[in-house]
């Protein structure tokens, strides 16, 4: 606790740039309600602030190793990129190819968010009451309850918006309980979340069946017992007990009205997926199965098309397995089978990467990504996060990288930021480690 209140007194913020700095984390959110490049915008500044401070009063030269990992890939990436333009005869840019030059901003934003820390429970507040007013005006009530396909939010597809929504769903989730294990009645913090974390749960779960999103139905599927499982280790057993049976009810209610529609809409992709499992285990040829179910007329088309793009990019992968195409894996496309598919966009995130950068990539990401769940594992057990915030951040990361399974959503705006926020969050937490374990760095002249 002594290092959360050294952040006080050693670094204070003045005012103007104080309330900046809140505005600004609020906007890197946004993408979750709005579809828009404004978190890019934000990332400038909280960088360019979490560098200054990095160096003149949280000691740069002391950041992780991860930190300088993050360097080297960027480098790495960014090199290869520029050499790839020049030496090939088409000069090919790829296709979102600067998203995996986004890992130079992470510490920096992980120092600007040690910065704000003091400010983190108005932060909350302020975007979640933005969620909340973004959901109560713009949820096509009558649409959802029609059984027609919506867009939530303000997003460009309905798919964006269930990602979306499944996001204020755990975040509004875990802000309650956080309010409700360390403050009273009393405290504003805990009002506000009771008020507004229910409906937003509620509307963002509404909005979510009416997007009728296959891959985030099973997402929110399999997050949703996670939540509650995490929430049962500190939760009052009467709360729990009420919370238990007011989702039973919910459950319940909407399997009775929705079913048909659920039904309907999931009924045809997973006979789809059924048969090609049971040709492929019984004939032992899974290449032989997938071209099967994209020529059967009874493979639906969402389905159809993915597997469409997921051979293509297995085509590209087993090319350069190791290290990938780097941008030049659009020409390989045009030479696949099913290069005439309409578009590039694969529908599942680690197929992003694999074509893009190989299993080295993957790895790397990997490497990061463990570094990310340690370093908040180990602030959790040092008091210097709460145990509701952990539990935010694992179901969060788990609903993501399931999402990804079906969606290429680390190249949409709101995967792009939840990389910066996560990245933020773990390397705020390392330097925090970092402080209390070995004390506050001398500032610099």
């Not at 579809?35 to 401070?53: F, M, Q």
């Not at 939530?152 to 875990?174: E, S, T, Y």
């Not at 009273?184 to 509404?206: E, G, H, K, Q, Y």
């Amino acid at each position: 606790m002594d290092t959360l209140n050294a952040i006080e007194t050693r670094v204070k913020l003045p005012v103007p740039l104080a309330v900046l700095g809140c505005v600004l984390w609020i906007l890197m959110a946004t993408a979750t309600v709005i579809e828009s490049d404004t978190y890019r915008y934000a990332t400038v500044p909280l960088t360019l602030i979490g560098g200054y401070y990095s160096y003149t009063r949280l000691s740069f030269v002391r950041m992780h190793w991860a930190g300088w990992l993050c360097v080297a890939w960027t480098v790495y990436a960014v090199t290869r990129f520029l050499v790839l333009i020049y030496t090939s005869p088409d000069h090919q840019r790829g296709a979102s190819e600067w998203l995996y030059f986004f890992p130079l901003f992470f510490p920096f934003l992980g120092a600007a968010l040690v910065l704000y820390r003091p400010y983190i429970s108005r932060i909350l507040a302020g975007y979640f009451v933005v969620a909340l007013v973004f959901l109560l005006v713009l949820t096509d009530y009558r649409g959802i309850l029609s059984g027609e396909p919506i867009t939530p939010l303000i997003q460009n597809n309905r798919i964006h918006g269930a990602v979306a929504c499944g996001f204020m769903l755990i975040g509004a989730f875990f802000w309650l309980m956080h309010n409700l294990c360390r403050h009273t009645w009393s405290d504003w913090r805990l009002r506000l979340s009771a008020v507004c974390a229910p409906p937003i749960m509620l509307l963002a779960l509404l909005n979510i069946y009416g997007s009728k999103s296959k891959g985030v139905w099973m997402a929110v599927a399999i997050s949703l017992p996670l939540m509650y499982l995490l929430a049962h280790r500190y939760m009052r057993a009467r709360f729990i007990r009420v919370l238990a049976g007011a989702l039973a009810v919910c459950l319940v209610a909407g399997l009775v009205l929705f079913w048909g529609n659920i039904a309907e809409t999931a009924g045809p992709t997973l006979n789809a997926i059924g048969a090609t499992v049971q040709e492929a285990s019984s004939s032992g040829d899974v290449s032989g199965a997938v071209h099967d179910a994209i020529h059967s007329g009874s493979t639906p088309l969402s389905m159809n098309e993915r597997m469409q793009l997921w051979t293509n990019a297995w085509e590209i992968f087993r090319v350069s397995p190791i290290f990938g195409q780097g941008n030049d894996w659009l020409d390989s496309w045009q030479k696949t089978e099913y290069a005439n598919v309409g578009y590039t966009l694969l529908h599942n995130g680690y197929l992003e990467i694999l074509v893009r950068h190989g299993i080295f990539g993957l790895a790397v990401f990997a490497v990061l990504l463990a570094v990310f769940l340690q370093s908040v594992r180990r602030s959790r057990r040092l008091g210097l996060v709460s145990l509701q915030a952990a539990h935010a951040y694992y179901t969060m990361i788990a609903y993501f990288c399931l999402t990804l399974l079906s969606n290429s959503n680390n190249r949409l705006a709101i995967g792009e930021s939840f990389f910066m926020v996560v990245a933020a969050v773990a390397f705020h937490c390392l330097i925090l480690i970092d402080i209390q374990q070995k004390g506050w760095p001398e500032e610099k002249a």
